[in-house]
């Protein structure tokens, strides 16, 4: 099983990206899809997660400016990001998660900076 995000880059305070995770078989097959974020010397923390129910949620210091969604038929996860702030920078991952275990992508980075 792969999971392979791309997207991130550097853009100003205020400024959109949309992230994609893109996974080598259906995404129904993950009893979620979740999008993580690191930054050095810090704990691996939860963004946004899109549950095969159709539930998500969303750390409360994205909610209102992230929005996650999916498009089955391209086995694609998508992480849209509005009005960047710099806290945002970060290298973002996407997890896929079975009962079997979880499988990470390699990361993005975004660099929200003027």
């Known amino acids: 099983v792969n999971l392979v995000e791309s997207g991130g880059g550097l853009v100003q305070p205020g400024g959109s990206l949309n992230l994609s995770c893109v996974a080598s078989e259906s995404i129904f097959t993950f009893q979620s899809i979740a999008w993580y974020r690191q930054t050095p010397g810090y704990l691996r923390e939860l963004v946004a997660r899109f549950f095969s129910n159709g539930e998500k949620n969303y750390a409360e210091s994205v909610k209102g400016r992230f929005t996650i969604s999916r498009d089955k038929d391209k086995r694609t996860t998508y992480l849209q990001m509005d009005n960047l702030r710099p806290e945002d920078t970060a290298v973002y991952y996407c997890?896929?998660?079975?009962?079997?275990?979880?499988?990470w992508g390699e990361g993005t980075q975004v660099t929200v900076s003027s």
């Open positions: 997890k896929g998660h079975r009962m079997s275990g979880d499988y």
